[in-house]
C-alpha cells in the first residue's frame, strides 16, 4: 500500500532533497533553462527552509545554470514558497511521509488544481 501512494505522490510531485517534504511538480515552465534554475531553487530549499535571492543565485552560479529574468525568478519562487518582510522566501510544501511541511497549508490552498 505504502509503494502504491508513493508511485502516486511521485507522480505529481518531486522530493526536496534531505528533507522528506514534496513540492508540486510543474509543467508550465517549458524552458530547459527554466526548469533547471527551479531545480536549483528546489535544491537550496533542502538545506534551507528560508531562502534569500542570493542563495540562490550562488547555487545557480555555482552549478552553472543561467540566470533567468527576475519575472521568471518571481514566478518560480512565488509556486515554491511564500515571501515575507525582507525578501525572505519560506518554503511551502506537500507533507511527505514522516515530515513536517512548513508551509503545507499555503501549498494545499494555493495548488492549481484546474489543470491550465
Not at 505522490?9 to 518531486?14: D, I, L, P, W, Y
Not at 514534496?22 to 517549458?30: C, E, G, Q
Not at 527554466?34 to 534551507?48: A, E, L, M, N, T
Not at 515575507?84 to 518554503?91: D, E, M
Request: hydrophobic share 40%; with cysteine.
Amino acid at each position: 500500500m505504502y509503494q502504491l501512494v508513493m508511485q502516486s505522490v511521485n507522480q505529481v510531485a518531486m522530493e526536496v532533497p534531505g528533507r522528506g517534504l514534496y513540492v508540486l511538480k510543474t509543467s508550465r515552465l517549458v524552458d530547459d533553462v527554466h526548469q533547471d534554475y527551479r531545480k536549483v531553487v528546489i535544491k537550496c530549499f533542502g538545506s534551507k527552509v528560508t531562502l534569500k535571492k542570493k542563495d540562490v543565485k550562488d547555487a545557480a552560479a555555482a552549478g552553472q545554470v543561467m540566470e533567468v529574468k527576475q519575472q521568471v525568478y518571481n514566478k518560480i519562487m512565488k509556486e515554491l514558497a511564500i515571501t515575507s518582510k525582507g525578501g525572505n522566501w519560506t518554503l511551502k510544501t506537500l507533507v511527505g511521509p514522516g515530515g513536517a511541511g512548513a508551509g503545507a497549508a499555503a501549498a494545499s490552498s494555493s495548488a492549481d488544481t484546474s489543470g491550465t
